[in-house]
């Protein structure tokens, strides 16, 4: 069974940068896509990014394009989440959550998603 664990969230100025890790252990990450979804104080969970297993397709929620970069090394069984120019906005419990890469559907449909990390807290402020 597929685990996962969120790692590298902290407390950042605005502009600033984190880089988010999402590791697997279980079975080999090569069998699953991975989505990035944050859930804000107060608000519903959203989703942010997603890759699939073989690397060849990649999305991210307009809000945070061009500011962030998904990325993964199926070797480490490790799934990244470059931010770079973060806003206060962009505060919210991170998580990573994986799918069957044979499973279709949209990549921010919270439903398709069989495995879930604990998340990892973003907090951008000055």
């Known amino acids: 069974q597929l685990q996962l664990m969120e790692s590298g969230g902290d407390l950042v100025q605005p502009g600033g940068s984190l880089r988010l890790s999402c590791a697997a252990s279980g079975v080999t990450l090569d069998y699953y896509s991975i989505g990035w979804f944050r859930q804000a104080p107060g608000k519903e969970r959203e989703g942010v990014s997603y890759i699939n297993s073989r690397m060849s397709f990649t999305y991210y929620a307009d809000s945070v394009k061009g500011r962030f970069t998904i990325s993964r090394d199926n070797v480490e069984n490790t799934v990244y989440l470059q931010m770079n120019s973060l806003k206060p906005e962009d505060t919210a419990i991170y998580y990573c959550?994986?799918?069957?890469?044979?499973?279709?559907?949209?990549?921010?449909?919270?439903?398709?998603?069989?495995?879930w990390g604990p998340g990892t807290p973003v907090t951008v402020s000055s």
């Open positions: 959550a994986g799918r069957p890469r044979t499973r279709s559907g949209s990549w921010s449909n919270q439903g398709l998603y069989d495995y």
